[in-house]
């Protein structure tokens, strides 16, 4: 990470709109406001206003990652996690949330924070077509092959496993 903050331009589509700023010097993500207000019932999704555009340096990209206490208390998602902002991109920034809670519907007012926003510095790669990749340990290994994912409905789990589905009520 650089030692000096780098200047991002921004601009605000609404003039009550707060720029985006760090709650604390070490945090890495800015949280971002919806403009409008939104009420989702359980399973529904919306793209929400933020009221601002920013121009980012070449070679740097925006993430907008979720909340992690809108997630636990509301079970709030954004379904497209992280939504990557290009450098170029100049529209204003959305955010797709969607409301994963079974049962409670989740209402947003205006400049509720509902996301936050990691600047990064970004390669860019050339893809160097070859007939074969170097060899590695992991291979093509992937999709759980070291282990230690959820045991599927029927299975007994119990070795260090997650379980889920009629095994968790049959412990
Ligand atoms: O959560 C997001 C994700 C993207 N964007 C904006 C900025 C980004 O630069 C642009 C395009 O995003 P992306 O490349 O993810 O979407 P796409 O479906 O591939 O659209 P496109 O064909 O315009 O690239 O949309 C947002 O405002 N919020
Ligand atoms: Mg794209």
């Given at each position: 990470m650089s030692p000096l903050p780098v200047d991002v331009l921004i601009r605000r589509?609404?003039?009550?709109?707060?720029?985006p700023g760090y709650?604390?010097?070490?945090?890495?993500g800015a949280d971002l406001v919806t403009t409008e207000p939104a009420e989702l019932a359980p399973g529904e999704r919306a793209v929400l206003p933020t009221g601002v555009s920013i121009a980012l340096p070449e070679g740097y990209a925006a993430f907008v990652h979720p909340r992690s206490g809108l997630a636990a208390r509301c079970g709030v998602a954004m379904v497209n996690a992280p939504g990557t902002i290009d450098a170029g991109y100049r529209g204003e920034i959305k955010v797709i949330v969607?409301?994963?809670?079974?049962r409670e519907s989740v209402r947003f007012e205006r400049f509720d924070r509902i996301a936050q926003l990691v600047v990064q510095q970004v390669e860019k790669v050339r893809f160097q077509e070859v007939a074969e990749l170097p060899g590695s340990?992991?291979?093509?290994?992937?999709?759980?092959?070291?282990g230690g994912h959820a045991a599927v409905d029927g299975t007994t789990g119990g070795n260090g496993y997650a379980s889920v589905g009629s095994d968790r009520e049959g412990r």
């Open positions: 589509m609404d003039p009550e709109v707060p720029v709650a604390h010097p070490g945090d890495a969607v409301n994963l809670d079974p340990a992991r291979a093509e290994g992937g999709f759980g092959s070291t």
